[in-house]
Nanobody, 119 residues
Framework: QAPLVESGGGLVQAGGSLRLSCGASASIFSFDSMGWYRQAPGKQRELVAKFTSGGGAEYADSVKGRFTISRDKASNTMSLQMNSLKPEDTGVYYC?????????????WGQGTQVTVSA
């Protein structure tokens, strides 16, 4: 089973909303950090939102006030609620998790889910 699996992408008009979910094969609270990244065509992958080591959340300036990252222990999922979507939010969204062991750092990525926002 893949460590991380995203769902919830799709096509939406500008101003609309989507909710992405990320399920994990291990407890999401076992990871040292988790977050969402996105990659638009022809651009580098960028951070959208992530949980900080202190348990708070960090957002890209471009999504502050519109996106909310959350975690749910009962369903073992991390979510990204995206409101007031803009065409520039279009891209493939990836769930990411990092686990530090004594010996190394392990980075996990989901397969990505496409988000397309039409003008």
């Amino acid at each position: 089973q893949a460590p991380l699996v995203e769902s919830g992408g799709g096509l939406v008009q500008a101003g609309g909303s989507l909710r992405l979910s990320c399920g994990a094969s291990a407890s999401i609270f076992s990871f040292d950090s988790m977050g969402w990244y996105r990659q638009a065509p022809g651009k580098q992958r960028e951070l959208v939102a992530k949980f900080t080591s202190g348990g708070g959340a960090e957002y890209a300036d471009s999504v502050k006030g519109r996106f909310t990252i959350s975690r749910d222990k009962a369903s073992n999922t991390m979510s990204l609620q995206m409101n007031s979507l803009k065409p520039e939010d279009t891209g493939v969204y990836y769930c990411s998790a990092v686990l530090h062991t004594i010996e190394t750092r392990l980075d996990y990525w989901g397969q990505g889910t496409q988000v397309t926002v039409s003008a």
